[in-house]
């Protein structure tokens, strides 16, 4: 928080890029936690079995990630490269308003 503060975000912008921060390293852990539980568990069969029904029913979906290599340490970078290089532009754009 002090950090935001200290690089001019307001109070309530500070509390909405925490949020938004805190959300994505929830959810990253979270989903790691999931995939190395639920479909490492599973046997070859069941995936099997889901990935078919997945590309019945979520054709779109199912088209990229069917075929994609999964690396969490890359898109977890990603996603927070891009709150904050987001978090940074709003904060340019609040300067500009000010000045």
Known sequence: ??????LGFSKKF???ALHAIDNHL?????QELSLKT????ASPEINAIFLEQ???????????IVDAVHDHEVE???VLDLILEGLERVR????????
């Open 54 to 64: 997945m590309v019945e029913k979520h054709p779109n979906i199912s088209h990229v």
């Open 76 to 78: 977890f970078e990603f």
């Open 14 to 16: 500070t509390h909405h």
């Open 92 to 99: 340019n754009k609040q300067k500009t308003q000010l000045d």
């Open 38 to 41: 639920g479909m490492q568990a």
């Open 26 to 30: 929830y959810r990253s852990t979270l």
């Open 1 to 6: 928080m002090g950090v935001l503060r200290l």
